[in-house]
């Protein structure tokens, strides 16, 4: 039996309130809007048109599809809110910028910065939102009035690796419906329900890429050639699809050229987009500095936080590791930790607060 933890009643705040729901057509935003329509909010669907390549098919209706669907059965307004143009210039021209530049963008941290609590965000408070909500798996206090970001109940979903960038004004409005339940806890709250979307697959990478990968893309906006792998003694050892196509700490991509059943894996420790090489070893763990320097940072808590039992990840689903912050674009990390990549998000935490980031230089 799943039981629904109605979090929100626990606030002095006054119960009813107008929260303008982004909708995706996926199950856990349809499940958010339920959450939120259970508990009494006057709930508004919002489907969040985004921009796609005009050589790539178009998903984006049979989606919308979906999420109409979930806004007839929940019997709620349904709106579709065009934001293309802040999608192209905010996430998809910035990642193929970052990309050219020899640098691993992270698109996630971009949409949702950007669109979905940004120009989503904006556009909800303009049209009377008292709150907006999605389907990310974390949590917040807003009701509390403390603008704080939580991981998830679910450790294997926790989506703040992805939602650092939020400014604290704007989580202060935001709910975060699903944060205290596992996904099947979700898939089983949906079917309970009779939602459409109780069973649809999850949906996989980047919303406008499909079932395209990032080199067909990127192949389309930037001269890709193939380069030459080469070990730690500068000595080529094998192939690669494109210097820049390639991240740290990734193992796979790239093609050795004399290799046994028992050599053991190669990592990417370093590349070089001018000359197109990468250059790769069987050790990953070691690094040059134990200082990460980071741009664009934002704090939730308004001000860059203190304290000495800090931990921080530089890459989604990696271990937490200990850090200390040395000023606002400087993190000393404590202790072996793998590489920082160009370009990802380095995101701090204080036990299951998320305290913010910034990008990774």
């Known amino acids: 039996m799943v039981r629904i ?6 606030s002095n705040t006054p119960l009813k309130r107008k929260v303008f729901v982004g909708l995706s057509g996926g199950v856990d935003s349809s499940v958010a809007a339920y959450l939120l329509q259970k508990e009494g909010h006057e709930v508004i669907g919002v489907f969040i048109k985004t921009w796609h390549p005009d050589w790539l098919p178009c998903t984006w209706r049979d989606e919308r599809r979906s999420a109409m669907r979930v806004a007839s059965q929940l019997n709620i307004p349904f709106f579709t809110l065009d934001l293309e143009d802040a999608y192209k210039k905010g996430v998809a021209d910035y990642l193929i910028a970052e990309y050219a530049a020899g640098r691993t963008p992270n ?16 556009w909800a408070r ?14 917040t206090k807003c009701k509390s009035g403390d603008g704080g970001l939580y991981a998830a109940q679910d450790e294997n979903k926790d989506q703040t690796y992805f939602l650092w960038a939020i400014p604290s004004t704007v989580l202060a409005r935001t709910f975060f419906p699903i944060g ?5 806890m979700v898939r089983s709250i949906a079917g309970k329900a009779g939602l459409a979307t109780a069973e649809k697959k999850d949906s996989q990478g980047i919303c ?10 990127l192949e389309h906006y930037i001269d890709i050639q193939p380069g030459v792998v080469l070990n730690t003694s500068g000595e080529p050892i094998g192939t690669h699809d494109g ?31 001018k000359d197109n090489t990468i250059t790769v070893s069987a050790s990953f763990e070691k690094v040059e500095s134990d200082v990460v320097t980071v741009k664009d940072v934002n704090w939730n808590t308004g001000e860059m936080p203190g304290g ?3 931990m921080c990840r530089v890459r989604y689903r990696q271990r937490l590791m200990p850090c200390e912050i040395v000023d606002d674009n400087s993190v000393r990390m404590i202790g072996a930790h793998e590489p920082a990549t160009p370009g990802q998000s380095l995101v701090i935490y204080d036990g299951e607060r998320c305290l913010g980031g910034g990008v990774i230089v």
């Open 5 to 10: 933890w109605n979090k929100h009643k626990q």
């Open 243 to 273: 210097a820049l196509l390639y991240t740290i700490g990734q193992r796979h991509g790239f093609t050795i050229h004399k290799k046994g059943t028992d050599s053991p894996a190669l990592y990417v420790v370093s590349k070089n987009v």
């Open 126 to 139: 303009a049209h009377g939102a008292d709150y907006i909500a999605t389907g990310h798996y974390a949590r």
């Open 308 to 310: 000495t039992q800090l």
């Open 180 to 184: 205290d339940y596992t996904k099947d």
């Open 107 to 122: 698109p996630d941290v971009m949409c949702n910065k950007e669109v979905k609590f940004g120009a989503f965000y904006e």
């Open 208 to 217: 406008f890429l499909g079932e395209v990968n990032m080199k067909e893309f």
